[in-house]
């Protein structure tokens, strides 16, 4: 056998998820190890400087060459994937497992059943939300909507269960802790109203058009930067001490800077957000937060301290 021939062969045993090892490779054709190295460099060199997306690489453990698909995912990046989306509960089982199946058909047979078996244990005890809606639809729905625009009516369950009538142009699409919500800007209001997803009821598209003033207009980033809790309220910027893990407040509060250190290692911190869902995030830090500015702000907290003692004084 020639050794384009055998080149050739060898690439396709590759391309067929087989793996490689010199020394076997090299008896099967009975030639030396020298010699199917350089077949496999070559193999290496050509895929290098071709349009292709495939890669060979060696794996040393396995002591075995194998081709790699640079377009597709990683075992790493499908596993990092599949305990997001189990860690965030926002799915049903259904839905879960039918994305987890997708994305292990990325990798080779080995890969899968690794990542597969990762995964088991976690799978095999996901406790979805209490809503148990299919949002598949929904999400794709409202991508829609805000790509084109299109002002909606729709029924909305609200906490207690009762349905109301709402109308309102959708302008982003956000998960947050556990739930996909939706903003929508009401004309009436000359504001963002937030929903959660799995309480829409009845949807009907309108030929209503809604133009937000410019002053009124909100950049998805900024919002996520300054919404908690998914409750907007007032924008407020406010400092205040901290004595917990500084890289978690800084985290949570992407607008925010330390702006002096303590020889406690306690901090001050300035950050600006909307008060209403920042009150609750700032309340469950406990005696690690001090609010000292502004003196509106710190008012609020107070009054929130006050009538949470209450429930435990009278």
Do not use: C
């Not at 690489?57 to 790699?68: F, N, S, V």
């Not at 377009?71 to 790493?76: I, T």
């Not at 199946?101 to 990542?115: A, F, I, M």
């Not at 509060?253 to 869902?277: C, H, M, Q, W």
Request: aromatic content about 12%.
């Amino acid at each position: 056998m020639n050794s384009n021939k055998r080149i050739i062969e060898l690439f396709l045993t590759l391309y067929q998820g087989q793996r490689l090892a010199i020394p076997e490779t090299s008896s099967r054709y009975d030639v030396s190890p020298r010699t199917i190295q350089r077949d496999l460099a070559a193999i290496k060199e050509i895929l290098s400087t071709s349009d292709v997306a495939l890669k060979l690489i060696y794996d040393p453990h396995q002591q075995r060459y194998k081709l790699e698909n640079t377009d597709k995912l990683s075992p790493q990046e499908v596993l990092s994937i599949g305990k997001i989306l189990l860690e965030s509960r926002a799915l049903t089982k259904e839905e879960l497992e039918k994305i987890i199946n997708h994305l292990l058909k990325e990798l080779s047979d080995e890969s899968s059943k690794t990542v597969k078996k990762s995964l088991a244990n976690e799978l095999l005890n996901y406790y979805p939300l209490k809503h148990q809606e299919n949002l598949f639809q929904l999400i794709w729905d409202f991508s829609q909507y805000i790509a084109e625009h299109t002002v909606i009516a729709f029924d909305y369950r609200k906490n207690r269960g009762e349905f109301v009538q709402r109308k309102g142009l959708p302008v982003s699409l956000i998960f947050s802790e556990y739930y996909f919500y939706v903003l929508l800007y009401n004309p009436t209001y000359e504001n963002y109203l937030i929903y959660r997803l799995d309480r829409f009821g009845k949807i009907t598209i309108t030929s209503d058009k809604i133009k937000i003033p410019y002053k009124n207009r909100l950049e998805d980033g900024e919002l996520r930067k300054k919404i908690h809790f998914m409750y907007a309220g007032k924008e407020v910027t406010f400092t205040f001490r901290f004595w917990g893990i500084v890289e978690a407040a800084l985290d949570k509060l992407p607008n925010s800077r330390v702006i002096k250190t303590f020889e406690d290692t306690s901090v001050i911190i300035e950050a600006t957000a909307y008060d209403t869902g920042v009150i609750m995030w700032l309340l469950s830090q406990g005696k690690n937060v001090q609010v000292l500015s502004p003196p509106s702000f710190v008012d609020k907290i107070r009054e929130e301290v006050e009538d949470m003692l209450k429930r435990y004084t009278d």
